[in-house]
């Protein structure tokens, strides 16, 4: 195995056991495994699609159609920050629009699209559930909410 | 055994059927795509929904077991109503281009929109537009817009084969069928999913574009390409030669047989027929004298062979039959053998490369025939025979089909062997090597060209039935051999395929009690058969 081949460690093995066994049917701990593998490659490349379905003894066509059946496993490197602006209705009559024009025009990239240093990725995506505070978007594991684009730019400033 | 009552008829299933075959009992169809007796239950196209007694909606048929007392209505106004609905979900993306699609004239969603669709379309969006003419594999091509996303191919690869290749990525309007990128469809059966799919997505590579499928005509025959003997049905193009070059047989399908094949062929077999119409099909008797190859009629032919099997002493004549060869034909050998006393025979020729074997269908005997040959009695040394022939002990000797040029046998042995015989008489359906060492050369028939029986490597005995006319002046082997027969004085030759099996059953005991009559569709097991 070439070092850029994705593994496990140990205790992760040990987890991907623990949650296997936690389902009538093992196939139920794909979900969380994949989400292991996310956190811990970055993202879901073929080559770690492949060492998952290695790890279900499932064919990796299975697991790629998991993967692309739900929009939060990343299919490419995203950047270092994962910007997600929500574009549903409310936040839609709220200004999402202007909000996502702003993002744009700040990181000059288009929606799906990562900044040339790598640093922000840009998406626009359905409800994430917080209407009350709309315009909102959800950087990496936060809700940033009643945006505005001045509230934007100390955001953005404040990611690495 | 539950009871029930399907659209006011009474039948009684064995416990655990679903109402798609309780009905098909009853005499009903309930039109249904991703149900397949052969594979998982999916319910994934909602077309099958019945109504049943005391429910409140519709229900799928493949997912709901007969019950005792169950009343099953199939042709209420609601059901009715709910199958054209799904059609049109069905085809809310479905490019429509049925004049371009192989599938067309087999197509489920052709059949049943004008069965039970038949609504005025209300799709007015751009359809959603998907890869089209991809090619999966060796023989299967997908197109995805055509796909209605039932998932047989998905789950034939799943749990026929175990081979996991094919899936449905993305998901709503944007799902769509394909492998694994990088990955290709290339297991040994995977022809079949072309069968099985509904619709046009999968088309066979080889038989694209050849053909429309109404010009067909069918054969009910068995595959020739191993010991397994699969059922099949042999489609042959009488009626638009010009739109195939000339290739007659267009393609095979499984025919379904539940102690054989179930609905499945292996790839080896189902595209295994091409020597049909190969190039180097031998068209007429032909004799070489030194390095000049003439023409000769049969007569000439049959004559010529007689004179040498009288002159040679039965010692000095030796026969090597075939397991591709069918009962008839190698009774007629036997036939041959006892008119003139021969004892210099065999059958077997072993392959330079042995052939592959699965716990599914694949044979590793890639013969037909070979209990059939055993059985009549042609079971012999066939390297004694070569031998013998080395050691100019032999003046005669015919061979059937064989090219022994290309078996495990030294070439260079073969070569001496052949050159050291007066008269070397081969009879088969195309050159080879060991043809062209001949000095008579008969041309046979091809089994989708004639009748005849195979006995499987189990000892089930079946029928293939004539698909096609015989190339150029070609006869079964029966046939010659029969002429041969009667020119050496033999008056009780057969003319037909089934006299000759009748005339097996009456000599070989192994064979006792059937006919065609008996063999019937599925074939019949010999009586001694130990089903393994
Ligand atoms: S390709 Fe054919 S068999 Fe496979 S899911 Fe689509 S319609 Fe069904
Ligand atoms: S398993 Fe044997 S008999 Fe069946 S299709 Fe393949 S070659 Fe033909």
Redesign the pocket.
Known sequence: MTTTDPTFSAEQLAEVRRLQALYPDARGALLPVLYMAQDTFGWISLETEEYVAGLFDLSPAHVHEVVTFYTLYFRERPGRHVVSVCHNLSCHLAGAGSIIAHLKQRLRVEVGETTEDGRVTLLSVECLCACEAAPMMQVDDRYEMNLTPVKIDRILEGLA | MPRLTVNGQQVEVPAETNLIEAARKAGVEVPH??YHPGLSIAGQCRLCMVDIEKAPRPTIACNTIATEGMVVLTETDRVRETRKSIMEFHLINHPLDCPVCDQAGECWLQIYYMKHGLYDPRMRDEKVHKPKAVPLGPHVM?D?E?????????R?CDEITATGE?G?FERGDHSE?GLFPGRALENPYSGN?VD????G??TDRDFRFQVRVWYLDSAKSVCPGCARGCNIDVHVNRRRPHHAEGRRVARLKPRYNGSVNRWWLCDAGRYGFTFVDDKDRLLAPTRREGETVSDATWDEAIAALAAALRRSPPDEIGIIASPKMANEDLFAVRRLLDNRALRRVAFRVPPRVAGDQDNFLIRADKNPNSLGAELVGLGGDSRAVLEAARAHRLRCLMIFGHDLLASEWPAAEVREALGAVETVVFVGANANATSAAAHWVLPAAAWVERDGTYTNFEGRVQRFRQATEPIGQALAEWEIVGRLLAALGDESTATRAEHWFRQLVAAVPAFAGLSYQALGDGGRLLAGAVKA
Do not use: Q, T
Not at chain 2, 196 to 199: L, N, S, Y
């Open positions: 795509y991703c997908l995805a055509r796909c209605i996303l039932c998932s047989r191919c998905v034939f094919l449905i069928i999913v099985i799919c509904p619709v997505a999968l």
